[in-house]
C-alpha cells in the first residue's frame, strides 16, 4: 500500500500530465492500458483544469477501491519511473505546440482538416507529419473502430479491448459529448418544417393548425442547435484529438452532416412572419458549402478505394452523407436556384443508388450491424423522402419520380413498422434523435403526395406519419430533459473514441512459446486472459511464473 | 444372413413407425443414415398408409441386395433395440400435437408461418419453440442448402451428403410433388395473356387469331392451378415438415410467389366474355395480400442482413421475388387502382436494382450458380419485361421508361439466345415451366411496343417472340404429359428437401486426444466425428476398430 | 564458356526455330525461364524475320555480358538437348498450322474468335482445341492477370514473376504496339467533335470558332487511326498469340471497344462540308455491329459469374465497355434511327448502373487499383457525360434525365480535379491518351448544357472545360510525338502480355529443402529465389548451395 500511496502523493502533487505522447513502439504505451488504477489518481491531478466539465465526477469515483490490495513495490516504481497514465485526459486534448496550429481553427475541423491524412487508413501508415511521439494523434485506422467495436452505432467496446481513458470515473463532459448531439437538431428541424407544412399545405387546412406552433419550434430548434453547436466548438477548441477520432469513426462521420443539414431545416422552415419569401442564394452557399467538401472527401474516400471503401463502412448511418444533397436541392428550390438544386439531386441519387444497394446486398464485409433492428434502420426512411421532397420542389411537380421515391420510403417504413417488436429493448440514447428526422421526412412527404393526390387515404397517412413524428419526437424530447436535468446520465462516457490505436499483442520477453508455431492463437488468447486479469488486480512480479508455464505474460507480471 | 433376416422380418410385422422424432443430441439420429438397409423395410411397413402415395414404389426397390452379407449381429441387435428407421417418412409429417395446431391451417403456409423462427437461420439457434425432441423440425440453417446441395436450383445432393430418407425407393407422392410446380400455371397463366394480346391488340391484328384460344388456354391454366393447388393444400396438411423445408430453400422460397403470380395472371388474362371490362379492386386486395406479406418478409430478411442476407442468397430465381410487383401494378392498373399500382412499381424498381446488381456483380459469395448457362437464367428476361408492361399499364404510355425496361429485356434476351447451346444437356424437370413465363412477359412487352412503333421490324419481332414462347409452352406441356403419364418420371424423389441439418463428416475411432487443448480445432472436429460415429453405430468399445482399417467405410462395410 | 559458344553458334546456324510450343507438364517449360542467357543467341536467329519490326534491337543488346562466366556444362547439355529458348518470340507468333487457320482472317480478332474459348478461364481448363503441345496458345487465367501483374493498368510485372520474353531486349515492334495505342484515336475523334460542336453551336457562338479546325482535326484523327489500324491489323496478322493474351487481359480486353468507337467518333465529328446531313444508317450498322458482338461477350463473361466476373474485373477501364453504347447512340440518332438509339441507351444504362455500383463499392475482390488516384480514374466522368448527350441526342431535349448524368459527371469531374496533385508522379505513357475522351466528352455535355441553360456560368464552364481538353490533347499531342520520334521511348516492351500462364512454383529436381514441409512458404520462397538466380547465372548444380546459408541472397553475390 506504500507505494501506492505514495504514487498517489506524487500523482498529486505534480498536478499537472507529466508525458502524453506515447512512442508507438515503447513498452511504456503498455502502461496505459495497465495502470487503471492511477487513472484515477491522475485525473484528481487534472481535477483543477477538468472541473468545469465534469462537476459531478468526484462523487463517481471511488478511487482505489479495488487495486489498492496487490499493488506492488515494482509497480509502484515502474509507474513512477515512467509517469504514464492511463486516463490522462489531456491526451486527447488539443495540442499548442507550433505544429498543431490547426487546432487554432475549429472551423477547420469540418472542412477536412486531415487531408493529407485523409486516406491515412493504412494500417502501418505510422510515421506521418509529427512522428512518433505523437501516436495518439494519429488516425485510428478504419479497421481498428470495427474491430474494436460494436453494436448498430458501433459504441460500444469489445471485452477483449483496452480504453485509453479509465472507465471507472466520469470523464470530462465535453469529452462525452458525442456529436451525435446535432441529431436533436436534425430531429427538431425537421419538425420545424412539418408544423409549417401542416399550416400552410392546402391538403392539411383541415386541421386548422395554427402557425405560431411552427414558429414556437423554429425558435426552440434554433436554440437547441446555437446550443450543441457552441459546445461542439469548445470541445474542438479543447479536444481536438477526440474530434479527430470522432471524424475517423465510420459512424460518426455521417453526423459530421448533421450541424449543416440541421442549419439548412431550420432555413427551410424558418416561419414567413420572420424570413422572406425567398431566401437570398447566400445562405444557400453558406450553408451547403461545408457538406459540398464533405461529400468530395467522403464519396472520394469510397471512389479511391482504401481502408475506408464502401463496402466496408456501408452503414445505415451512411444515408445521412446522402441526404444532405437532397435537403440542399429543396433549400436551393427555396432560394431560386433551381439547377443548383438539380445538380444537387443529382450527385444525391448517384450516391444514394450506391448505397442503397451496398446497404441492400449486405456484404460480407460489412459485419457491423447486427442482426436485430435498430433505431438506425430508420434511416433508411430519410434519403427516399428526401429524394421526393427535393424532386417536388426543383421540377415542381410530384410526378412519378417523385411518387416512387415517396412509395419505396412508404415501403420500407412499412418493412419497419412491422419488426417494431425489435425496436424494444434498446436503452435511451442521445443518438436516437437521429431517428426521428427520416420518419418527419416521411410525414412531409407523405403530405406533399396527399396534396396531389386528395384523397381520404392520403390524408389520413399523412395525418397518421406526422402524429407519429410528432409524438416520437415529443417522447424524445421528454425523454432527453429526464435523462439530462434529472437523472444525469444523458451522456456517458463516450467509449468509443477511446480505443487504442492498436491492438496490444506486443513483445513479451521470454517468448519461448512463441516459438511453437501450431498453438499460435491459443496461446494469444490465453495471454489476452491474462492480462485483462491482470490489469485487473496488477500483481507484483513476485508471483511464480515459471510454475505457470505462461511465458507470454511475463510484460505484465515485472510492470 | 440369419439376424438380418430376423430383422426384415421383425419390420415387417412390427408394420408401422416406431419412433419417429429423434432426439438432436441423441445418439440415435446417427441410425437414421446408417441403416439404409433397413430403410426398404420399413418402407414395407409404410407400405400399407403409403401406398396411394407410391404405387410405384414396389418394383424398384432390391430389398437387401447389397447389405445382406456383413450385417453382424451386434449391428442387427443394435437396430432392434433401437427401432429407428432411414425412410421413416413421417418425420416430415404434419405434428398432431398441441403445440403443432398450426399445421391445422393450411393456409398459414404461406402467410408467413415462421415468423418466429423467421431469421432462424442462426446456425446454433437449436433450442427454439419445440425443445429438443423436434430437432428434425427446425430449421435447416441457409448455409446448408448451399452447403449440401448443387446445381443452379439446387435440387442436386452433393456426394458427400447424407440424406435423411432412403434414396433406393420412391417416396411418397405428396414428398416427392415440390412447390415448383407452381411454375406449369405460371408458364400456362402468361400464355392466357399472350394470347388475349395477340387476339385484341391492334398491332397484332393481322393475325387474326380468334379469341376462343385465349379462352381455352384460361381454362386450362385455371384447371391446372387448381388441381396444382389442391396438391400443394395437401401436402402443406400432410406434411408441412416438407413444407416449412422448402420455405427455408434458397431457390424453393421464391416459388411461394408463385401461386398468387398465377391468380394475378390468370385475373389479368381473363377472357372479356367472362370477366367484366373493369375487375373488382377486391380481386387485387385478394392476391396481392400474400404477395405483399412475402415481401415484408424476404426483403425484411435481405436487409436485416443475417445468414439469409442478399448477396448470399441472390440467384435468378430471385427475380421471381421481385416479379410479383410488377404484375400485381399491372392488375392494380386493371382494377382502377393506378396510385396503387404506381406504389408496387416503386417497391418492384427497388428491390428490382437490389437483385440485377447483385446478379450481375456475381459475388464471391454467390457460389452457388455453375458456369454453364441454365434455363433459370430466363428468369433474367422476366423482371424487366414486367416492368416495362407495368409501366405502361399504369402510366398509360410507352415512354422512355418503359422502352428502356423493354431494350433491356430484350437484350438480354439476345445475350442468352447466342447462348442457346449451354441450354443442352439438362433433362427435364418441372422446374423448366417457371423459365416460360419470362419468355411469353418479353414476347407481350414486344406487342405493346409493335402497337407504339408499328413497323414491320417492330411486329415481326413480336410475332417471333411470341412463336419461340407457344413454342416452348406446348413442348413442355407435351414433355410433361409424357412424363407425368406415360414415363411416370415426373416426380422423382425431391432429395432437397431430406438433407441433413448438420453436416456428417466422418468417423473418428478413440476420444482420448480431446483432452489435448492444444489443438483445439482439430480435436473438437474429430470428437465431433467420433460423437456422430458413436451415434451411428452404437457399437460397444469392444468393436475391433483397428482391424477394419476404414472407419468412414463401416457402413459399406457391415452392412 | 565452350558450351555456350556451341550453343551460340548452334542457335545461329539452325537459323530458326527449333521448338516452341511447350508440353504443359513436361519438365522442359522450366527451361523457358532458365535460359535467359539463350535468349539473345536466339533473338539473334530471329533477326532475319523480325528485322523489320525491330530495327533498335541490335544496339540495346549486350550479348552473354553477364552471364557467360558460370554458365556449366550441364546446363549446356540440357539445354541443347532440349533445344527450348526463353525469348523465342516467335512463341507469340501467328501458327500456321492447319488448325490454326483463323490467324489468317485478321478481322476475326474483335468479333470474338475465341468464343469456344471464351469463358476458358477456368484454371485446369487444359485439353482444349490444340492439345498439349499448344500449352503457351492457351488463354490465361484471368487470376493470373492478377496475380502477375500490378498498377492501375495491370502493366507492370510483379517482381516475382517470370517473364516468358527477354526483359534485356527490345522486342519486335509489333509486339510492343498495345491495343492501348487506340486511344490516341479516341482522343483525337472526341476532338474533333468538341470543335464541330464549338463551331456550330449557338450557345459557342460568341467565340467565333471557324469550322475549319474541326475539319484539319478530323483529318488529323482519321490519319492517325487508319495508322494505328493498319499497324495492329499488322499485329494481328504476325503476332496473333499476343493479340488474344490482350484480349484476356483484365483491362486491355475493354481497349478492344476502342477502334470502333474512334470510328463512330468520327462518324459524327465529320465536317458538314465532306459528309452528308444525314449519314446513311449502314454506318452505324457497320460500326455499331462489332461493338455489339464485343458486347454480348463481355456482358455475358460478367452475367455467367466464371472466373471473369464483374466483381472481380470490374476496374475503371471497364467504363470503355459501356460508353460505346452510348456513343452508338448518338450516331444512331444522327443516321436517324431514334429506336436504335434508345435501344443502346437502354443497354448502356443497365450496365452502367452495374460498372457504377461496382466501382464505388470498391469490392475486396477488386484489389487491382492503388489507393492514389491516376489517369484511368478520368474514365468515371466519359459514361454519364456520354448518356447526357445520347439522351438529348434520342430524345431531342436536355431534360431532367439528361441534365442528372450530366450533374453526375460533373461532380465527379470536381472530385478528380480536387484530387489533381494524386496524378503526378505518374512517368507519360500511350494509354494516357485515352483519358482524355472523357474530358472532351464532359466539355461536349457543358456545351450541350449551355446551350440550354445559356447563362453566363454555363457557358462558362463550356468554355473552360473545352479548353482543359484540348490543353490537355495538345500537350498529349506534343508529347507523344517526342516519345515517338524524338527519345524513341514510345512503346516500352509490353511486359504485360508476356506473363507465364502459371506460376512456377512446382518441384525442380534436387531442391532436397522442399521436402520439409513445415515451412512450405519459407522454402518456396527461397525456391523462387533459387530459380531466379540460376536463370540470370545459369550456375550447374555442382554450385553447393548449403554453404551459402542464405540462398535468397545467392543472387546478389555471385552476381
Given at each position: 500500500m506504500v507505494p501506492n500511496g505514495e504514487d498517489s502523493h506524487k500523482g498529486k502533487s505534480s498536478g499537472e500530465?507529466?508525458?502524453?505522447?506515447?512512442?508507438?513502439?515503447?513498452?511504456?504505451?503498455?502502461?496505459?492500458?495497465?495502470?487503471?488504477?492511477?487513472?484515477?489518481?491522475?485525473?484528481?491531478?487534472?481535477?483543477?483544469?477538468?472541473?468545469?466539465?465534469?462537476?459531478?465526477?468526484?462523487?463517481?469515483?471511488?478511487?482505489l477501491s479495488r487495486n489498492g490490495k496487490s499493488l506492488g513495490i515494482t509497480t509502484g516504481a515502474v509507474a513512477g519511473a515512467d509517469g504514464v497514465r492511463k486516463g490522462d485526459f489531456s491526451m486527447f486534448r488539443t495540442k499548442s505546440t507550433l505544429h498543431k496550429q490547426l487546432s487554432m481553427l475549429p472551423i477547420r475541423k469540418e472542412s477536412g482538416f486531415d487531408l493529407q491524412n485523409a486516406d491515412g487508413s493504412s494500417a502501418g501508415g505510422g510515421g506521418g507529419e509529427s512522428g512518433r511521439e505523437e501516436s495518439i494523434n494519429q488516425s485510428v485506422p478504419a479497421g481498428r473502430y470495427f474491430a474494436a467495436l460494436r453494436g448498430p452505432e458501433l459504441d460500444e467496446v469489445k471485452d477483449s479491448e483496452d480504453i485509453l481513458l479509465p472507465t471507472d470515473q466520469i470523464w470530462p463532459f465535453l469529452l462525452r459529448f458525442p456529436i451525435n448531439c446535432f441529431g436533436i437538431c436534425l430531429g427538431l428541424g425537421s419538425q420545424t418544417i412539418l408544423w409549417q407544412s401542416l399550416s400552410t399545405n392546402p391538403a392539411m387546412s383541415f386541421l386548422h393548425i395554427p402557425p405560431y406552433i411552427n414558429t414556437a419550434i423554429w425558435f426552440l430548434a434554433l436554440l437547441t442547435l446555437v446550443s450543441v453547436s457552441l459546445t461542439y466548438a469548445l470541445k474542438t477548441a479543447f479536444f481536438l484529438?477526440?474530434?479527430?477520432?470522432?471524424?475517423?469513426?465510420?459512424?460518426?462521420?455521417?453526423?459530421?452532416?448533421?450541424?449543416?443539414?440541421?442549419?439548412?431545416?431550420?432555413?427551410?422552415?424558418?416561419?414567413?412572419?420572420?424570413?422572406?419569401?425567398?431566401?437570398?442564394?447566400a445562405v444557400w452557399c453558406a450553408l451547403f458549402a461545408p457538406v459540398f467538401v464533405l461529400e468530395l472527401k467522403i464519396y472520394g474516400q469510397w471512389l479511391s478505394g482504401g481502408k475506408r471503401r464502401l463496402c466496408k463502412l456501408a452503414n445505415?448511418?451512411?444515408?445521412?452523407?446522402?441526404?444532405?444533397?437532397?435537403?440542399?436541392?429543396?433549400?436551393?428550390?427555396?432560394?431560386?436556384?433551381?439547377?443548383?438544386?438539380?445538380?444537387?439531386?443529382a450527385i444525391g441519387i448517384a450516391h444514394y443508388l450506391c448505397v442503397f444497394v451496398t446497404l441492400y446486398q449486405r456484404l460480407p464485409t460489412s459485419q457491423t450491424l447486427p442482426k436485430e433492428l435498430h433505431p438506425v434502420y430508420c434511416m433508411f426512411i430519410a434519403t427516399p423522402s428526401a429524394a421526393s421532397l427535393a424532386w417536388n420542389a426543383i421540377y415542381g411537380e410530384f410526378d412519378a419520380v417523385a411518387r416512387t421515391f415517396y412509395f419505396i420510403a412508404l415501403f420500407l417504413y412499412t418493412s419497419l413498422i412491422v419488426r417494431i417488436n425489435f425496436f424494444r429493448g434498446f436503452k435511451f440514447s442521445v443518438a436516437w434523435w437521429s431517428y426521428t428526422f427520416p420518419m418527419t421526412t416521411a410525414s412531409m412527404a407523405a403530405i406533399k403526395y396527399a396534396e396531389e393526390v386528395p384523397t381520404i387515404l392520403?390524408?389520413?397517412?399523412?395525418?397518421?406519419?406526422?402524429?407519429?413524428?410528432?409524438?416520437?419526437?415529443?417522447?424524445?424530447?421528454?425523454?432527453?430533459?429526464?435523462?439530462?436535468?434529472?437523472?444525469?446520465?444523458?451522456?456517458?462516457?463516450?467509449?468509443?473514441i477511446a480505443i487504442s490505436r492498436s491492438k496490444h499483442s506486443s513483445s513479451a520477453r521470454n517468448i519461448k512459446i512463441a516459438k511453437d508455431t501450431k498453438s499460435a492463437s491459443a496461446s494469444r488468447s490465453r495471454y489476452d486472459n491474462l492480462r485483462r486479469w491482470a490489469k485487473k488486480s496488477l500483481i507484483p512480479t513476485a508471483i511464480d511464473h515459471h510454475s505457470s508455464g505462461h511465458d507470454s505474460d511475463d510484460k505484465r507480471c515485472t510492470l
Open positions: 500530465v507529466i508525458q502524453i505522447q506515447l512512442p508507438p513502439h515503447h513498452n511504456f504505451s503498455r502502461q496505459v492500458s495497465l495502470e487503471t488504477g492511477f487513472a484515477a489518481l491522475n485525473a484528481e491531478a487534472n481535477r483543477g483544469k477538468n472541473a468545469a466539465f465534469s462537476p459531478r465526477g468526484a462523487k463517481d469515483r471511488r478511487i484529438e477526440a474530434v479527430r477520432r470522432e471524424y475517423f469513426h465510420p459512424v460518426r462521420i455521417n453526423f459530421f452532416f448533421a450541424p449543416w443539414i440541421s442549419c439548412m431545416f431550420l432555413a427551410i422552415g424558418a416561419p414567413p412572419s420572420l424570413a422572406p419569401a425567398r431566401l437570398h442564394p445505415p448511418s451512411s444515408h445521412l452523407s446522402v441526404v444532405g444533397n437532397f435537403v440542399g436541392a429543396v433549400l436551393a428550390a427555396r432560394v431560386g436556384w433551381g439547377e443548383a438544386g438539380k445538380f444537387l439531386w392520403s390524408k389520413g397517412l399523412a395525418l397518421g406519419l406526422a402524429v407519429i413524428s410528432s409524438a416520437i419526437v415529443s417522447s424524445l424530447f421528454i425523454s432527453t430533459l429526464l435523462h439530462g436535468f434529472v437523472w444525469c446520465s444523458l451522456f456517458p462516457n463516450d467509449l468509443a
